[in-house]
């Protein structure tokens, strides 16, 4: 069986088409294709572009979250088979996220973890009302060079100030960044805490691209 043309596991993803993306995954790991190479030069191109078009004005949050739902579909598909090629590939960096204590929002943590993936980093989705030692706890399991919080609500919001003063006081081996999103953040909050901000996906991965560096 040939592999599907990775132009159109691109295009899966860039309709937002969740069952289109599953199969085309299905049929590459079947057809014993590499799927480190299914995802980076097809499914994580048509995610890229998803953003591109967002940040364009073309698409909107409903096609950028449908766009990352079929990315989602079509690594959960190849996961099984990831394990020794994520091995053998040198990623960028470790990053857990999560939506702080109190606030159940997950849709844009959701996006962001997705986009950081396709992206190249090694991302430990927490999910969401995550305490702040959970996130201490991870970033210690994991090394992690950054840990991302997410906060929808400013009654929330402070517990991203006390994950910057827990994980500094955490004594770990590396003292991760934090970067902070949602709606109630802003860049001077960031500041003030600590933190770095990013107000999208898209910038989040630009964020954390220079963190690494």
């Known amino acids: 069986m040939p592999l599907p043309d990775r132009a159109a596991l691109a295009q899966a993803v860039i309709a937002g088409d969740s069952g289109e993306a599953r199969r085309l995954a299905c049929e590459w790991a079947e057809s014993g294709g590499d799927p480190l190479l299914a995802i980076e030069e097809g499914f994580a191109q048509g995610i890229r572009r998803v953003g591109e078009l967002w940040e364009e004005g073309e698409y909107f949050l409903p096609e950028l979250i449908q766009g990352a739902e079929a990315m989602k579909a079509a690594l959960q598909t190849l996961e099984p088979r990831l394990g020794a090629a994520r091995a053998a590939q040198q990623s960028r960096g470790t990053v857990v996220i999560g939506t702080v204590q109190g606030d159940l929002h997950d849709i844009g943590k959701s996006l962001v973890g997705t986009m950081l993936a396709a992206h190249g980093f090694e991302v430990h989705d927490l999910g969401s009302d995550v305490p702040v030692a959970a996130f201490v706890a991870e970033a210690r399991r994991t090394r992690a060079s950054i840990v991302a919080a997410s906060a929808l609500l400013t009654t ?10 827990a994980l500094a006081a955490a004594g770990l081996e590396r003292t991760p960044r934090v970067m902070v999103g949602g709606a109630p953040t802003t860049p001077a909050w960031a500041a003030e805490i600590g933190a770095h901000f990013a107000e999208n996906a898209m910038r989040a991965v630009a964020v954390a691209k220079g963190l690494i560096a």
């Open 156 to 165: 929330t919001m402070v517990a991203q100030r006390d994950l910057v003063e």
